[in-house]
């Protein structure tokens, strides 16, 4: 569970469009059966509006009614006690921090309106009615209640057009002036989507990140194979001095790769120790800047050279533990029969090697696809990109999670690959499977 | 012809000395046995001869040619490994073949040859797999199969049989016994089991601790040790030992063991006689003394301590004036716990033995 939630979040990130689509009632409570979902921008035909339950308090497009709770003298005499909207009280009198205290009911104007007003026993309309007051009559405000209104609204675009209408609040609603059109503009519930990853496919970034990640994958990822080798083998032959080599070869994987990326970088940069180097050889005149706009190559060997130098000893301490493990007889055996020393790398230790060599393909190929500080720090992110880098960009400079993620799975599914791509090509388990 | 002469060679690790100043010759197409306990030096002396870690000092030669400072590929031997140290990645015909291929022979002879070692060892049926499904006596087979298609002078083997079950020990033992009398080759085998090394060898080259005690044909190593580690190295049950008091009067000589007093032969009077001090000890076989039950003026009375019946013999524990002794008897011969016997030492089975320096005085 541990391991597998991360992974699990990380694909629904990528795949799952959390507010994507706006649900509709079939009566303005959040209770209310569901009659369709709206995506965003959905065009609206307004029918009806009714206050209702605060649903979404902070929202840009909250629209608001005011209930109070009144008392006063009902049409048939009794005292009556509930709600009513604001807009049928005018307010007489205030205490001093603007509480409304006392009001009137409001005439109603126009013909055949009902001059009665409703009083109803919640605050909202679709609650039941305690009684009705005269117009003008005087009310004791006691309490006063902020309601959101709800909308009955109607798909009006094509695409939607056949939806059923439905109630939706108006806090996820942006509504013209006379409030008879409107627009879906926020969401609440989700659906599976590729949108996150066409983003990210689409996005400028991705094309260069990519085309650098595997660039510095083919560049790497031989070299240091070969230089790991040698270096175990130097190891593995017991000459004098041998721990020395050992340390030496070892010691930068006790760096971090952006500690790693710091020195390159003071290493090429304007006044840095290659400049100063060249310089004084009079090989150049003046600095050369080697980590500009202008010279990606640069960067990229200055790339090369940092991570060859932080990461190759991986490799050889997987490849030196793979060494250990032939028997010495095997090598004796080998030289004794007249293999000589590249005669049994040959034909005797790569071989055997095998199992530790595909280990350390693999680890290293998932690494470099990771590649991520190196690079920020010899260039900024900017010039130089790779698919690690836009993960972060669009994490934290763009604050996009979703698309975030689809890098993180898409370099997920590159690791996954290359160490099937190993495994097959490098195909060795039933040959040597040590005695 | 593959003589081999090993001068003055001496190797150490460290501190520890594990072969010091070593002469050995070991004739052409002669099987010569390395035998010592563990840790004697025997190893390091065929790995030596095989160039597997180059000796501190002295010289080597292969057939005339030295080869103190050539490589074990140019030294034209082969060898069977402990381990056996087959290739796990290659199937056993690469296995047997990687010598011949790798000293460029042609393919046709490789085949031929790769055959005749799998035909001799009665494995051409193994020839297309590989060893990591093998038992250990068929990667055995492989590993002798693979030394033997080389076809080199000087066949070496390092323990062959030492990882293989008793019973497959005995066969292969007789086996490869059978076979190597067929390879022309000088062969130098090294083992700590004396069965194999008297029933294998020409020769029985005994060691300890890094030198060479006696060297000669598996019955004289038994029948004449040279010294006291030779006679309880070789032989099971081993050697007998007693002490024994030197008397000298009137220009004769004789020892007294346990009361008994024996007298000498002509040819160690003289020897005994001239030894400083008045210790001198008897060593003799479990089997070359004379069981009686009746005393005569040559026998040694004797308490029976323990009675092993071994199916050929029987095996007795004995003790006189504190020693004890081991002493076999035929099979009929019935005995009983506490039993007193009489036993009678002959004189040409005695091996007096100079107790300062261990060295058997007189071997007939």
């Given at each position: 569970m541990f391991f597998l939630y991360p992974m699990y979040e990380g694909f629904v990130l990528t795949?799952?469009?959390?507010?994507a689509l706006l649900p509709i009632r079939e009566?303005?409570?959040?209770s209310g059966a569901t009659v369709a979902k709206l995506p965003l921008g959905t065009e609206l035909e307004i029918n009806d509006r009714r206050s209702q339950e605060?649903?979404?308090?902070?929202?840009?497009?909250l629209i608001t009614d005011q209930w109070f709770q009144v008392e006063g003298t009902g049409v048939d005499g009794s005292l009556l006690r509930g709600w009513v909207t604001e807009a049928r009280i005018r307010v007489r009198e205030e205490d001093a921090s603007g509480q409304p205290l006392a009001g009137t009911v409001r005439p109603r104007l126009g013909e055949?309106?009902?001059?009665l007003t409703k009083i109803h026993a919640?605050?909202?309309?679709?609650s039941s009615v305690v009684g009705q007051l005269e117009q003008r009559a005087t009310v004791t405000i006691t309490q006063s209640a902020e309601l959101e209104v709800w909308f009955l609204v109607q798909p009006?675009?094509?695409?939607?057009?056949g939806a059923a209408a439905g109630w939706a609040p108006s806090s996820y609603l942006r509504v013209s002036e006379d409030a008879s059109r409107g627009w879906v503009s926020g969401a609440t519930s989700g659906e599976f989507t590729t949108k996150f990853i066409q983003r990210m496919v689409d996005d400028r970034f991705f094309g260069p990140a990519l085309r650098t990640t595997l660039l510095l994958l083919v560049l790497i990822i031989p070299v240091q194979l070969v230089l790991a080798l040698a270096m175990a083998l130097v190891i593995h032959a017991?000459?004098?001095?041998n721990s020395g080599f050992l340390y030496v070869f070892a010691l930068?994987?006790?760096?971090?790769d952006l500690a790693a990326g710091i020195l390159f970088f003071s290493i090429f940069t304007g006044n840095g120790l290659l400049n100063s180097a060249l310089d004084g050889l009079g090989?150049?005149?003046?600095?050369?800047?080697?980590?500009t706009a202008e010279t990606t190559g640069w960067i990229l060997v200055a790339i090369v050279a940092a991570e060859v130098w932080r990461a190759t000893s991986i490799m050889m301490v997987i490849i030196v533990a793979g060494l250990q493990a032939i028997p010495d007889e095997t090598l004796e055996a080998a030289e004794l029969f007249g293999a000589n020393y590249f005669q049994r790398v040959r034909h005797i230790i790569l071989p055997l090697l095998k199992p530790s060599i595909q280990v350390a393909l693999i680890l290293r190929t998932i690494l470099a696809l990771q590649v991520f500080a190196v690079v920020v720090a010899l260039s900024?992110?900017?010039?130089v990109t790779v698919l690690a880098n836009e993960s972060f960009r669009q994490y934290a400079?763009?604050?996009?999670t979703n698309v975030a993620s689809a890098y993180a799975l898409f370099i997920l599914l590159l690791s996954v690959a290359s160490a099937v791509f190993y495994l097959r090509s490098v195909r060795s388990e039933a040959e040597v499977r040590p005695t | 012809m593959a003589e081999i002469l090993v001068e003055r060679v001496a190797k150490s690790f460290g501190d520890k000395v594990?072969?010091?100043?070593v002469n050995l010759t070991i004739k052409d197409r002669e099987f010569m046995v390395l035998l010592g306990?563990?840790?004697?030096?025997k190893t390091t002396l065929l790995r030596a001869i095989a160039g597997l870690g180059m000796a501190d000092a002295g010289r080597i030669a292969i057939g005339g040619r030295?080869?103190?400072?050539?490589p074990p590929g140019q030294r034209n031997i082969s060898m069977v490994f402990q381990s056996y140290?087959?290739?796990?990645?290659?199937?056993v015909r690469d296995n047997i073949g990687f010598g011949l291929k790798m000293n460029k022979v042609d393919k046709s002879t490789i085949r031929k040859r790769i055959e005749e070692a799998a035909e001799l060892l009665h494995i051409e049926e193994l020839?297309?797999?590989?060893?990591?499904?093998?038992s250990g006596g068929q990667r055995q087979r492989v590993a002798v199969a693979r030394a033997i298609a080389m076809q080199a002078k000087v066949l070496l083997m390092d323990e062959?049989?030492?990882?293989?079950d008793a019973l497959l020990r005995l066969e292969m033992r007789a086996e490869l016994k059978r076979l190597l009398a067929d390879v022309d080759a000088t062969t130098v085998y090294v083992t700590h089991d004396q069965i194999e090394a008297l029933s294998m060898g020409d020769r029985v080259a005994v060691m300890r601790d890094g030198e060479i005690q006696q060297c000669d044909a598996p019955n004289t190593v038994y029948e004449?040790?040279?010294?006291r580690f030779v006679g309880s190295f070789i032989g099971n049950p081993p050697m007998n030992f007693l002490e024994g008091n030197i008397k000298r009067s009137n220009g004769q000589t004789a020892v007294e063991v346990a009361k008994h007093e024996f007298s000498l032969t002509p040819e160690t009077q003289s020897l005994i006689h001239d030894l400083p001090g008045n210790k001198v000890t008897l060593g003799i076989r479990a089997e070359n003394m004379e069981t009686l039950l009746q005393p005569t003026p040559e026998t040694v009375a004797v308490n029976v301590e323990v009675v092993e019946p071994l199916g050929a013999q029987n095996l007795l524990t004995v003790s006189v004036g504190g020693h004890r002794l081991k002493v076999s008897t035929h099979p009929t011969l019935e005995v009983a716990t506490d039993q007193v016997l009489h036993i009678r030492f002959p004189a040409n089975q005695i091996r007096w033995i100079d107790p300062t320096t261990n060295n058997v005085l007189y071997t007939p």
């Open positions: 795949v799952y469009d959390d507010d009566s303005p409570t959040l605060m649903v979404n308090a902070g929202s840009d497009d055949g309106a009902d001059p919640e605050p909202n309309e679709t009006a675009d094509d695409m939607n057009s017991r000459i004098r001095l930068p994987i006790g760096m971090s090989i150049i005149d003046g600095p050369f800047a080697f980590l900024g992110g900017d010039v400079d763009l604050r996009n | 594990a072969v010091k100043d306990p563990s840790g004697c030096g030295d080869v103190t400072y050539q140290a087959i290739f796990p990645h290659m199937t020839l297309d797999r590989r060893p990591s499904a093998m062959p049989l030492s990882n293989l004449s040790p040279t010294n």
